[in-house]
């Protein structure tokens, strides 16, 4: 879960008004006149759409653990034997490792936050302050990052929210329709006035949801992520394509919606102490405590999101913090060392073979020419937060 | 500045302290690691020893990340249950992740401590690298 929280409650807002007037004002008219099957399916889908909204909200999308300072140190010097000599007063190359994924040459980025190569597909999300796995993007409606272990929760919603704004909406007409034909269209106006706002609100959400249920379908049916799609990455330029398809529709939707379910990295459980962390070291995380029946184990609320990275227990301030802290990239690292403005990859970059990279390192690390062992240098994360990561929701 | 150096040598020698295999992606996304031995283990373990080693654990990866018939129905099934069965059922992978766990502590065991070396598991850095971590070096 986000820190700007604002517009999940909007959602949670929209989607839980709408439907109890639906409840309250059509449903016994439609249940007696028509069907009572109508109000009970209507209450299956409404709680399918919030089990999944609140699934997606308060999963973890697949965050990936930063490095533990000894493997940060040895990324390091990696890149540093891969690189040799740079000269002063020259821009080291950027930091990139090339593999090759089903004959397709990928670049892997390195990341000054986490400290590490990402992993393919992995993206930072700079609202979060970590590395997803399988990003696909930052979604402030369910006020999370949508990845590898959320994606399906997130489509699911939307796919069934379109389902339940559908079918809220037809049943709208049907009752209009059918007390105009018993009492007249502007008596029917009179005697049920609450309903109108939200069915123009629902009018709306309708096309926005479907519209991005329509587009997320398309992305799955090809096994891309929204960030991928975004950026172009296997758009058919210089003939690349995307080595994660399986080429077939069926098999890369199976993969995507009924592929196992992925584990945790790692979680930061909440004491009267403090973070207490669970497996590898803790990592500041966004989260506030979730409904426990939907997402097992529940997370607790996480704060300042440098703190956990010395070793210090901060003061827990609870998920109560207003959302009026809303600089999404607060400045608080204390930079001592130079920043490497490595956010650009040319396409000149040198390209290095992770094994051979290891191989350097090996024979460079008991080198004597490191009297002066060099520290890594403590990038600063804007020089690599990935930008747009908000999604081209096709919503309002 | 002596503090200094003094930081940066028990850097190095914990740096010398770990060996990091990291993940082969020929295959794609599904969790591989190398299984090219390197060679700071040269003297401490046997080639094919750390081969079969990594290698059964790409086998336990792959087969936890499998897309067949078993996983499609528990996500099927799961779905229509509004994933509120994962409260009472382990899902697929974390049954094999329990195996890997296991794995990992009998190869320690057995194997890796009486040589000095300690096989970390994958998961607590993210699937990102298996670690061999050098008992004896130690600052």
Known sequence: MARQKGVFYLTLFLIVGTCSLFFAFECPYLAIHLSPAIPVFAILLFFFVM????????????????ALPEEATFIEMEIE??????????????????????????????????????????SHCSICDNCVDRFDHHCPWVGNCVGKRNYRYFYLFTLSLSLLTIYIFTFNIVHVVMRSVN??????????????????????????????????????????????DIKGSWSGKNRVQNPYSHKNI?????????????????????????????CGHAYPR?????????????YPSVLDRRGLMRDDLPVPTSAAEPA?????????????????????????AKPSMADSAIAHAEKRSPSPREEKLPIPPLASPETDAEASIIAKDKAL | MATHSLQDMRQQAAIAAKVFIQRDYTNGTVCQFQTKFPSELETRIDKQQFEETVRTLNNLYA?????????????????????????????????????????????????????????????????????????????
């Open chain 1, 250 to 278: 069926i098999n890369n939707c199976c993969e995507v919606l009924c592929g196992p379910a992925y584990p945790r990295y790692c979680t930061v459980l909440y004491c009267a102490v403090g973070p207490l962390v669970l």
């Open chain 1, 81 to 122: 034997a891969t690189n040799g000599n740079v000269p002063a007063g020259q821009r080291p190359p950027p930091r990139i490792r090339n593999v090759q994924i089903n004959g397709q040459i990928v670049k892997l980025k390195y990341c000054y936050t986490c400290k590490i190569f990402r992993p393919p597909r992995a």
């Open chain 1, 183 to 228: 009492s007249g269209f502007v008596k029917t106006l009179q005697d049920t006035p609450g309903t109108y706002p939200f069915m123009l609100v629902c009018f709306f959400t309708l096309w926005s949801v479907v519209g991005l249920t329509g587009f997320h379908t398309y992305l799955i049916s090809l096994n891309q992520t929204t960030n991928e």
């Open chain 1, 324 to 348: 009026t802290n809303s600089n999404p990239v607060p400045q608080t690292t204390k930079t001592t060392a130079p920043l490497i403005p490595n956010e650009h990859t040319p396409d000149d």
């Open chain 1, 51 to 66: 089990a999944m909204l609140l699934r997606t909200s308060f999963s973890d999308p697949g965050v990936l653990p930063r």
């Open chain 2, 63 to 139: 087969e936890a990340e499998k897309l067949g018939g078993s996983s499609y129905l528990e996500g099927c099934l799961a779905c229509l249950t509004a994933y509120t069965i994962f409260l009472c059922m382990e899902t697929h992978y974390e049954k094999v992740l329990k195996k890997i766990a296991k794995f990992i502590q009998e190869q320690n065991d057995k194997i890796y401590a009486p040589r000095g070396l300690l096989l970390t598991d994958p998961i607590e850095r993210g699937l990102r690298v298996v670690s061999f971590r050098k008992q004896c070096d130690s600052h």
């Open chain 1, 286 to 298: 966004y989260c506030i405590v979730g409904p426990l029946v939907l997402c097992a184990p529940a």
